[in-house]
């Protein structure tokens, strides 16, 4: 039977970066791109949507797009109230995440960076940023066949594919010109606040 290129039955590594260390519950499928490994061959097919960089899932409370139902799911119960921070008032999408985040009053920094001994609050910060160091580039933009650039996180594929619609739909509210990302805008936006201004001619850069 075929198998296909995401998924390839192996044993879970000792050192594996989980948010419970001690869980020897074997995880065999192992997405490929990534190295992120599951229990199950569902979990795998389903997160394996995250790197094709599509958002077909939209949520009817704040038109937010997610690359899975599931993860339009969990995003469901910020707008339901369902796990909601004590202290702050947050509202996160599910109760891992809430633990999490309860670490941002804590202080709690469990996992550390191996090369440069940075501590994150979850295993996935620590992942994200580890791709600093490796210069491993996940996300691959499918929007233009002439493309092929690649990016280490989900968020900068999402900017740089707003590149391509040719839409210039962010409004400077000062100038009024147009951006086609926020990431331009926001750039844009040091000349309005001097951030960048030269000593001599004190002509602003964005």
């Known amino acids: ?32 791109v990534c190295d ?21 899932y939209s949520c009817n409370k704040c038109k937010k797009c997610f690359s899975t139902r599931s993860y339009l799911c969990r995003h469901m119960n910020i707008h339901t109230s369902k796990y909601k921070c ?24 469990p996992f550390e960076c191996t090369v440069c001994g940075k501590r994150f609050t979850s295993s996935s910060n620590l992942a994200s940023h580890s791709r600093i160091h490796s210069g491993k580039k996940l996300y691959k933009c499918h929007t233009c066949s002439m493309c092929d650039e690649m990016f280490t996180t989900k968020d900068l594929l999402s900017r740089h594919r707003e590149t ?25 936006m040091n000349i309005h606040t001097s951030k960048y201004k030269c000593t001599e001619c004190v002509k602003c850069c964005q």
């Not at 995401?6 to 879970?12: C, M």
């Not at 599951?38 to 997160?47: G, I, R, W, Y």
């Not at 004590?86 to 920094?109: D, F, M, P, T, Y």
């Not at 391509?164 to 844009?188: A, V």
């Open 1 to 32: 039977m075929f198998e296909s290129p995401f998924e390839v039955k192996i044993e879970a590594d000792s050192d594996d970066v989980t948010e419970h260390p001690h869980d020897d519950k074997p995880k065999p499928y192992v997405c490929t």
């Open 36 to 56: 992120k490994r599951f229990t199950q061959k569902h979990s795998l097919n389903e997160h394996r949507e995250r790197h094709t960089g599509e958002n077909t």
């Open 86 to 109: 004590a202290e702050c008032g947050r509202c996160c999408q599910s109760n891992k995440e809430l633990a999490i985040h309860r670490r941002s009053h804590s202080g709690e920094k």
């Open 164 to 188: 391509h619609t040719g839409e210039n739909t962010y409004l400077c509210n000062k100038c009024k010109k147009c951006f086609s990302s926020q990431n331009y805008l926001y750039s844009h």
